[in-house]
């Protein structure tokens, strides 16, 4: 198909209005396909990283481990996901465990590193006041830990937003699809205005999903905000 046909190709307005419909779809995919890989992998992160803080031998084969997975090519990742899972390739459930994976390499060290990092002087009167490990952990090493928790978080959402474009080359719809089809509809080169679209939207995404990651960050550590102002 040659977009250029009938007059010469639309500007960005004219392909947002002409297929609104659509890029709104593939935003709402590309949002979900960002954050629930970011959430499953800090469910799975919170008791890697605890066990890697308390028992510190893990945390090396840890590290490695993450590493190593960190390294794997998304795209590869995403290919080889339905032979793993038993689903079609185009399942988005490939790219939430594709990034489910990548998501865990990386916070799995920061939630190590951010409990591990708890002054021992707290920790000790927290156990001198008769919390046990549980209660310790929930009530004071957690709390403490946020703001690293929610700097590994920061990164994780904005390489996910990245990384879910690139599911776009095999054909899962999201915004990668506008990419895809900048370089499909005309013969004679790119055609820009689905590939702009596409650029924009994803680094409002980021931006958007970002400043979420920091208002939580100030709602579950409001005392840093009191010593700020003392």
């Known amino acids: 198909m040659n977009a250029a046909a009938g007059g010469g190709p639309p500007g960005v307005v004219e392909y947002v209005t002409s297929h609104h419909a659509e890029i709104l779809s593939w935003l709402w995919s590309h949002t979900w396909l960002s954050v629930v890989p970011v959430l499953i992998g800090l469910v799975v992160s919170l008791p890697l990283g605890y066990l890697a803080a308390r028992h510190r031998w893990v945390y090396p084969p840890l590290v490695t481990v993450g590493g190593l997975l960190y390294t794997i090519p998304s795209l590869a990742l995403f290919v080889v996901m339905p032979s793993i899972l038993g689903t079609r390739i185009l399942d988005p459930v490939n790219v939430v465990v594709a990034l489910s994976v990548y998501t865990v390499a990386l916070l799995a060290r920061v939630v190590a590193d951010a409990l591990g990092a708890v002054p021992e002087d707290v920790a000790q009167a927290a156990t001198a006041m008769g919390y046990t490990s549980p209660q310790r952990l929930l009530k004071v090493d957690l709390p403490l830990a946020v703001p690293v928790i929610t700097a590994g978080l920061r990164v994780a959402v904005v390489a996910n937003v990245s990384l879910v474009a690139i599911a776009g080359t095999i054909g899962v719809p999201e915004l990668g699809q ?47 905000r009191k010593g700020a102002r003392t």
């Open 178 to 224: 506008l990419f895809t089809n900048g370089f499909q509809l005309s013969s004679d080169g790119p055609y820009y205005p689905p590939i702009v679209v596409g650029v924009v939207l994803c680094v409002a995404l980021a931006l958007v999903l970002d400043l979420v990651v920091v208002v939580v960050d100030r709602a579950l550590t409001p005392w840093l």
